[in-house]
């Protein structure tokens, strides 16, 4: 079964406006936390926000905002007022415990973004 | 600060040859995972270092293998070659690796591995 789902393979968004890419995850850990990362053309993957388990409120950082609903294990990325620079592959990522003591991260298959002008 | 640099930035290798590529973390960054992204298979886990010690492993065969030195930094080797292992190869520092925020990861700009 798959840890991290991303449902959009791709999405069209028009500047200026907002959009939503989806996430949900499958734990049974209590401690965990939730990543984005949008992976321009270039490939190198960039730290966009960070949601612990225990937040308790949604996270935000500028124009990216964490739609957290932790009961329906949801972890949807916000973008406020699209720029054409956006447009990219964006990955929801859940780092977890492992077994053995030890943590590992488990990324979707990624949504890609169009910015439209 | 510097960021997560990698070296080579690409590779041409032909089957049956190995490759080893390197990482270099964040300053002060003791943890190091290294990841495989295709097309296919997205981006999946290979190995993660702490402190020279192997402490998490992903599904990989043998022929991938990894090491990380006293200075953090981090080499991955490949052996006999597959044309499959054509890949980006994404390494990312994180503090120590933990759960929490502070410990987040941070990419280098990957290397990205062509087998002929």
């Known amino acids: 079964a798959q840890k991290i789902t991303q449902t959009q393979p791709g999405m069209f968004v028009q500047e200026k406006e907002a959009v939503t890419l989806d996430c949900t995850y499958d734990t049974s850990d209590q401690s965990y936390g939730l990543f984005w990362y949008k992976q321009p053309s270039s490939g190198e993957m960039i730290f966009l926000i960070y949601?612990?388990?225990?937040?308790?409120q949604n996270a935000t950082e500028g124009r990216y905002s964490l739609n957290f609903q932790k009961a329906r294990k949801s972890a949807n990325l916000v973008i406020s007022a699209s720029q054409l620079g956006d447009s990219a592959m964006y990955f929801c990522?859940?780092?977890?415990?492992?077994?053995?003591?030890?943590?590992?991260?488990?990324f979707g298959t990624g949504t890609r973004l169009k910015v439209l002008a | 600060k510097a960021g997560v640099t990698q070296t080579p930035r690409y590779l041409i290798k032909t089957r049956g040859q190995q490759v080893t590529l390197s990482c270099s973390p964040i300053?002060?960054?003791?943890?190091v995972s290294w990841y495989q992204q295709t097309p296919g298979q997205g981006l999946q886990f290979l190995f993660e270092?702490?402190?020279?010690?192997?402490?998490n492993k992903g599904n990989f065969p043998g022929r991938f293998s990894g090491r990380q030195f006293s200075n953090s930094r981090s080499e991955m080797n490949v052996s006999t070659l597959e044309l499959g292992d054509s890949a980006l190869y994404l390494c990312?520092?994180?503090?120590?690796?933990?759960?929490?925020?502070?410990?987040?990861?941070?990419f280098g700009p990957g290397t990205r591995l062509t087998v002929l």
């Open positions: 270092y702490f402190s020279e010690t192997q402490r």
């Open positions: 300053s002060g960054h003791r943890s």
């Open positions: 990312a520092s994180s503090l120590r690796g933990g759960t929490g925020r502070l410990n987040e990861q941070f």
């Open positions: 990522a859940m780092r977890e415990g492992t077994t053995s003591g030890t943590y590992k991260y488990i």
């Open positions: 949601q612990g388990s225990y937040d308790e």
